[in-house]
Each structure stands twice: as structure tokens, then as C-alpha cells.
């Protein structure tokens, strides 16, 4: 099955350090490839999509095909983005789309 | 109006009471979508309407039963639920433009199921 695996569950940095949350994807195409944030009691929001390449609240993310991977990184953390974050991939069809989510990693930023 | 809006926040329904849970975006989006998402879980898709037809159903129990009045409107009908279908409802919304849309989700409806 084609799926995206985010290793870890809970990844805990402080404050002004580097933070790299994993992905990785199995996917025999050209993937289409998201990070899904959740902020503690808001909504789930789109963070990026590989497709657009650009940085998102410091946040970038770069497909590696060699690796299959599309990790999430940020040079310095802060405390504002503990939050819930989800890889997923899209299934693009002619009427509909649909995005399937990995199991989710929560970054906490200690001070 | 920028935002996917769910009604209610919260609902507590027995086993045998028939509820419905509505959702509705004012953004001109063609597509919307019903998540269940349990406890430190991701949301999980269950369904999709195009266009105001529903085009993917993802093997969901016949007790949940969808609807799409118009283009801004999607409502869950549920009956006859377990307790195990607690969990936290999320309604996305997405404009239908390309290989796959940005989603944009709601705040969810909090159901337990007694």
C-alpha cells in the first residue's frame, strides 16, 4: 500500500534549536506530498506542499526521491510551534481528491 | 467568509437516537469531505462529494449516512451508532482546481456515543 510513516510520535527540542521531523513515503510515482499542522485547540491547517516550495512560518520541506523522504525542518525553533504535525500524501482522481494522512508527530519546544 | 463552520461543537447521542451533524463553507469550493479523527489519531477519511455528488466512500458503516443539499452544505446523518464511533468529526471543504487540493478542515464536532 502506498502510504507515508512518520518514525516518531513525540520529538521534544528546545527552544532555538534545530527541529527535522521525519517523513517518509512509499510511492512508486511522483508523489504529492503535504505537512498538516494542528495547533493545540485550532484547527488542522495546511503547513506546505512540496509543489510550492516555499517556507511557511520558517518551516521548509524538500522532496528527496533518492530517499523517498520529504522531512520538515526549521533552524530555530520556537516555543509557538508545538503543535501536532501530519504528513500526508494526495490521490488526485478527475472528480475528487483525497489526502491520507501519516500517524502525526508532536513537537514540543521547551524554553 | 474564509472559514469551514461545524455545528454542533459537541454532541452526546445513546445508541438508538438518530442525530445529524452539519458543516458549511461559504468559499465556492466544489468539494467537501467528512474525517473521522479518534484520540491521538490522524483524521481518517470517510467521505467525498464533487459537485455536490458524492464520489468516494471509503467502506463506512450504512449507520452513517451522508448528505449534500447544495454547494456550501454537507451534513452526517448518523443512526443507530456504537459507542465505539465516538470520536471527533471533521468537515474539509477544497476548490476542486487541481491534482489535489489544499483541504481546508472545520473545527470539528465532538460526538459520544453512550
Known amino acids: 500500500a502506498q502510504r507515508v510513516t512518520q518514525p516518531e510520535k513525540l520529538l521534544s527540542v528546545f527552544k532555538g534549536a534545530p527541529v527535522e521531523l521525519k517523513c517518509n513515503y512509499s510511492y512508486s510515482g511522483s508523489p504529492e506530498l503535504f505537512w498538516y499542522v494542528q495547533y493545540s485547540r485550532q484547527r488542522l491547517q495546511l503547513l506546505l506542499r512540496h509543489i510550492s516550495r516555499e517556507s511557511i512560518k520558517g518551516f521548509t520541506a524538500d522532496l528527496n526521491k533518492g530517499e523517498t523522504s520529504f522531512h520538515l525542518k526549521k533552524p530555530f525553533a520556537q516555543e509557538e510551534d508545538s503543535a501536532m504535525y501530519y504528513c500526508a500524501r494526495g490521490e488526485g482522481y478527475s472528480s475528487a481528491s483525497k489526502i491520507i494522512f501519516g500517524s502525526g508527530t508532536r513537537l514540543s519546544i521547551r524554553p | 467568509d474564509t472559514e469551514v463552520t461545524q455545528t454542533p461543537k459537541h454532541l452526546v447521542m445513546g445508541m438508538t437516537n438518530k442525530k445529524s451533524l452539519k458543516c458549511e463553507q461559504h468559499m465556492g469550493h466544489r468539494a467537501m469531505y467528512w474525517y473521522k479523527q479518534k484520540a491521538k489519531k490522524p483524521p481518517e477519511l470517510m467521505f467525498v462529494y464533487s459537485y455536490e455528488k458524492l464520489s468516494i466512500n471509503e467502506s463506512v458503516p450504512s449507520r452513517f449516512s451522508p448528505e449534500c443539499p447544495n454547494s456550501s452544505l454537507l451534513n452526517l446523518h448518523l443512526h443507530a451508532l456504537q459507542p465505539e464511533d465516538s470520536a471527533l468529526y471533521l468537515c474539509?471543504?477544497?476548490?476542486?482546481?487541481?491534482?489535489?487540493?489544499?483541504?481546508?478542515f472545520g473545527p470539528g464536532t465532538r460526538l459520544t456515543v453512550l
Open positions: 474539509a471543504s477544497s476548490q476542486l482546481s487541481g491534482r489535489t487540493d489544499t483541504q481546508y
